[in-house]
């Protein structure tokens, strides 16, 4: 290999740092993935964890068995503080710093409360395993205070439970848990009947699934309520506390008591993107993304490339949706873009989203997907999910067991995962 290597600095072990970073496998450039976290983590599936169906380790697989084969890539477990812009170096926690030739920022999104932090407490929400684990365990831990309850009015407190947000996150979510009351856990208690549960879906929005077409919206709530999901349109959270949800609907306000809150109603980019709009002027959009070039840099620095959830970039006049195939898409473009520049080829096209549908999973066969102009739900579009779902998981040993999984979990409505960990 001729002079020095290139130097690529991808901050991000996500969808799309990752598929990046192998993209970039053989080629004559040193790869440096930077995460906090040593493992990629599939979060379209999070929810199974929540909810017991799946252990975390089935849907996360370590970074460095991820790239084990590719001599020119290394691994570091490590923070990002800040960067250098004009030095071009990634600044670490602890005093570290990583040169780089070519920059990729893929450091994705988390929670937004819309500027009420203190509503995490109350109602966590889903982005992370710690999250996954701890909204498993208030689901199961309800169940058990529910059933040690003596008094109805506090068994009925802890048998209500509220999702904020009805996006696909809330709604699989929702359905999940519509399935533990009424399958997984008959029979289990003595003095409580799980499928009494309340479960309660709020959104500001007039619909479940705002980003779906009209129809297929309609098929997901009638799915939610078969499995006693009660929904709410057009009422809008004004305050979250310990017992319960304040919520406005036109002229009224009204208080619904539950002891079991969740989250699913707002994301923002990660806090990398105001440290990188504070050092080049970048603007940023209202969720904090960064407003970045058609080839996914920003003006000015051609070095350094965004992609996956911290990028804004419109497409068909709207923003390029935060969803996994858009940042893999993402990653192999702005991999390709420096393989070009590295082999003195023409850079690639703008950036285009080819958008190959959207799903959504409401409970056991039932399903909807947005394939543009084909519509289809139920079964059908169940079979689609599981089979996409299973072949973006990374690894195979994680696709065999999370397929033999569903299998057993089709077959008896039984969740392994049901452990009650941390916390209380």
């Known amino acids: 290999m001729n002079g020095p290597l290139h130097r690529v600095v991808i901050i991000g072990g996500g969808f799309a740092g990752l598929y990046a970073a192998k993209t970039l496998g053989r080629s004559r450039a040193g790869v440096t993935v930077v995460d906090k976290r040593n493992f990629h983590l599939f979060q379209p599936l999070l929810y199974q964890v929540a909810t017991g169906g799946l252990s975390p380790g089935d849907i996360a697989a370590p970074l460095r068995a991820a790239l084990r084969r590719q001599r020119n890539t290394e691994v570091v477990l490590g923070e990002v503080t800040d960067l250098d812009i004009t030095n071009r170096r990634v600044l670490l926690s602890g005093g570290a710093a990583l040169p780089y030739d070519s920059l990729i920022l893929a450091t994705g999104a988390q929670h937004s409360y819309f500027d009420h932090p203190e509503w995490e407490a109350k109602a966590p929400g889903l982005k992370t395993i710690e999250d996954a684990t701890e909204i498993r365990r208030r689901i199961l831990y309800a169940f058990e205070a529910a059933e040690r309850s003596t008094s109805t009015a506090e068994r009925q407190e802890w048998l209500t439970f509220l999702i904020i947000g009805a996006g696909p996150t809330g709604v699989e979510l929702a359905g999940a848990i519509g399935e533990i009351a009424n399958k997984t856990l008959r029979e289990e208690f003595r003095r409580i009947r799980p499928e009494e549960a309340h479960i309660i879906l709020l959104d500001a929005t007039s619909r479940v699934l705002p980003g779906y077409p009209e129809d297929l919206s309609r098929k997901a709530e009638r799915s939610l309520i078969r499995l006693g999901v009660r929904t709410r349109s057009g009422v809008r959270v004004t305050a979250i506390n310990d017992t319960g949800v304040t ?178």
């Open 247 to 424: 919520i406005h609907a036109a002229h009224s306000e009204e208080h619904i008591t539950a002891r079991t809150i969740f989250w699913a109603a707002g994301v923002q980019a990660s806090s990398l993107g105001r440290i990188l709009a504070n050092h080049t002027s970048v603007p940023l959009d209202r969720s904090g993304r960064v407003m970045v070039s058609p080839d996914l840099t920003i003006p000015g620095h051609p070095e350094i490339f965004v992609a996956g959830d911290l990028a804004h970039l419109e497409h068909d006049g709207k923003p390029v949706p935060g969803v996994a195939p858009a940042a893999m898409q993402m990653g192999r473009y702005a991999a390709r873009a420096i393989l070009a520049r590295l082999d003195g080829s023409p850079a690639p096209a703008p950036f285009r989203y080819l958008d190959k549908g959207s799903l959504a999973v409401i409970g056991r066969a039932a399903a909807v997907a947005d394939f543009g102009a084909v519509h289809i739900s139920g079964y059908l579009a169940w079979l689609a999910w599981l089979f996409i779902h299973l072949m973006y998981i990374v690894g195979f040993q994680n696709r065999i067991l999370v397929f033999i999984q569903w299998g057993f979990h089709y077959l008896t409505f039984h969740r392994g995962a049901r452990l009650i960990t941390g916390g209380k």
